[in-house]
């Protein structure tokens, strides 16, 4: 995730980017860049590009198609750019992830697939379970933490997602952000590490990742030699600092991925792009390893939180 108090840090990265851009532009009258516009001016990002695009008539859903059977519904047009995944079987479809749930999901998935659709998500922040509620078939692991998600969250916790300077351009139409809030959902199964959901002639594996959440899980296709693998990975500053977040089990939790490196063709995470490296987990067990030592680059940042960086890893841990 990147909850709400990191709104503002968003913010103030973009005002940079803007700031430079500004800087170097030597145009007498150079045109008006606002902080939102130089955020979107660098959307879609190349590797999402690269990936076949799947037109579903969503003016907030963009969607690729990352491998035969498997769709990426990514939300390019607010912060987060969290992304779902659908993974479609011969005889049925599992969503990984649900987005933040400004806009209805279902109408999109039902565009992909005439299949029964299973919900599974990487973990339960709110921005990976927005649209939980708009499906009746939810599997989840049975921590207190995820117990705690499913009741929802409110306006309040969530304000700083759906401000002005959260969005590429405006809210989108028929959305009353002052009214955006997690909405509960209900869970019709508890699953946990090791378990098998068999979508017809596709096996997914559910390996239990704790760390980022203490309900945090990877998703493994040995046959396809694919891993999703939510909010523990992903190409960018990795956010490890909210509350229910262990450094030493996320530490575990990256070498048991590490340990499936080999097997492995591509990675795809949670957030920005729909398809990484699987090396890039062997240098985030390095980085990790050292951080926890207390080595690397250190830079703090606003509301107790501090940027480590090590090599090419970086993380946002709290104090
Ligand atoms: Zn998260």
């Not at 989840?140 to 590429?168: K, W």
């Not at 500053?237 to 977040?245: A, I």
Request: net charge negative.
């Amino acid at each position: 995730m990147r909850d709400f108090r990191v709104t503002a840090l968003a913010a103030i990265t973009r005002m940079t980017i803007l700031a430079l851009l500004v800087a170097c532009d030597r145009a007498p009258a150079p045109p008006v860049v606002t902080e939102a516009s130089a955020w979107c001016a660098a959307l879609p990002r190349p590797a999402n590009a690269a990936l076949e695009s799947v037109d579903v008539g969503s003016d907030w859903y963009t969607v690729y198609r990352v491998e035969p059977g498997v769709f990426a519904i990514v939300e390019p047009r607010q912060f987060q750019e969290a992304i779902s995944y659908l993974i479609v079987g011969t005889t049925r479809a599992l969503l990984f992830d649900t987005g933040i749930g400004l806009v209805p999901l279902r109408p999109t998935v039902e565009r992909l697939t005439t299949l029964p659709v299973t919900v599974l998500n990487s973990h339960t922040h709110f921005d990976h379970v927005g649209a939980n509620a708009e499906f009746s078939d939810i599997l989840a692991m049975d921590t207190p933490f995820t117990r705690a998600n499913e009741q929802g969250r409110p306006h309040a916790d969530l304000a700083g997602e759906v401000d002005a300077t959260s969005f590429c351009g405006a809210p989108p139409p028929g959305t009353d952000t002052a009214a955006f809030r997690a909405r509960p959902f209900t869970v019709t199964r508890r699953i946990a590490d090791g378990d098998s959901i068999v979508l017809g002639d596709r096996t997914l594996v559910v390996r239990a990742a704790p760390g980022h959440t203490p309900d945090a899980l990877v998703l493994h296709d040995p046959a396809h030699g694919l891993l999703w693998t939510g909010d523990s990975y992903y190409d960018s500053t990795l956010w490890l600092f909210s509350p229910g977040t262990d450094l030493a089990a996320y530490e575990r939790s990256i070498e048991r991925m590490v340990a499936l490196v080999p097997t492995l063709r591509r990675l795809l995470p949670a957030h920005n792009t729909a398809t990484a490296e699987p090396a890039r987990l062997t240098a985030v067990l390095e980085a990790v390893r050292t951080m926890r030592a207390g080595g690397g680059e250190r830079t703090p940042e606003g509301a107790g939180r501090e940027r480590v960086r090590v090599g090419d890893v970086t993380f946002m841990i709290a104090k």
